[in-house]
T-cell receptor, first 113, second 112 residues
Framework: NAGVTQTPKFQVLKTGQSMTLQCAQD?????MSWYRQDPGMGLRLIHY???????DQGEVPNGYNVSRSTTEDFPLRLLSAAPSQTSVYFC????????????FGSGTRLTVV | TQLLEQSPQFLSIQEGENLTVYCNSS?????LQWYRQEPGEGPVLLVTVVTGGEVKKLKRLTFQFGDARKDSSLHITAAQPGDTGLYLCAGRYGGATNKLIFGTGTLLAVQP
């Protein structure tokens, strides 16, 4: 049981390039989210989804797009990478609303030069 | 704007000492969670508290939810090097929102 799988683990982009961070879960959880983690800032919510076909914005959505065509997959797209998007990105899944906790992937470390 | 503030930001203690980490907000939570994160990994859920005044224990860790559901604390008794990590609180705000907002984190180092 893999839980939440993120690829790639590391990525270096040039300013202006686009890319997709992949996230897949095998727990059949409805809720999925993308967070970015920067020193001293904790985790900040980028986008989230409460089920296939449903997405919404979090705290810091600018420069990112998401889609949720299946329950399993929740890719995060960087449209035109900027140095300010250098960060560690985490995908997470949880069973539903309320008291359920998130299961996190192991993260993607992205550097934009 | 950070909705959830944690203190202290950093804590370095000796093995066997006790410590408390705080999580505060001006908003009321419908529930609050604590996670621990180790280097190179994603956060792992430790506990969820729901009721104001609730206290939960997990071995040497004691979690408390404030009566007004605006704050929480994590107390570790007789800390061990294995407790080293980043501790994060996360709050869910009531109503229709499905967002889980994380705090700024407390980095704990326990020296042997």
């Amino acid at each position: 049981n893999a839980g939440v799988t993120q690829t790639p683990k590391f990525q270096v982009l040039k300013t202006g390039q686009s890319m997709t961070l992949q996230c897949a879960q095998d727990m059949n959880h409805e809720y999925m989210s993308w967070y970015r983690q920067d020193p001293g800032m904790g985790l900040r919510l980028i986008h989230y989804s409460v089920g296939a076909g449903i997405t919404d914005q979090g705290e810091v959505p600018n420069g990112y797009n998401v889609s949720r065509s299946t329950t399993e997959d929740f890719p995060l797209r960087l449209l035109s990478a900027a140095p300010s998007q250098t960060s560690v990105y985490f995908c997470a899944a949880r069973r539903g609303a309320g008291i359920y906790g998130y299961t996190f992937g192991s993260g993607t470390r992205l550097t934009v030069v | 704007t950070q909705l959830l503030e944690q203190s202290p930001q950093f804590l370095s203690i000796q093995e066997g000492e006790n410590l408390t980490v705080y999580c505060n907000s001006s908003s009321v939570f419908s529930s609050l969670q604590w996670y621990r994160q180790e280097p190179g990994e994603g956060p792992v859920l430790l506990v969820t508290v729901v009721t104001g005044g609730e206290v939960k224990k997990l071995k040497r860790l004691t979690f408390q939810f404030g009566d007004a559901r605006k704050d929480s604390s994590l107390h570790i008794t007789a800390a061990q090097p294995g407790d080293t990590g980043l501790y994060l609180c996360a709050g869910r705000y009531g109503g229709a929102t499905n967002k889980l907002i994380f705090g700024t984190g407390t980095l704990l180092a326990v020296q042997p």
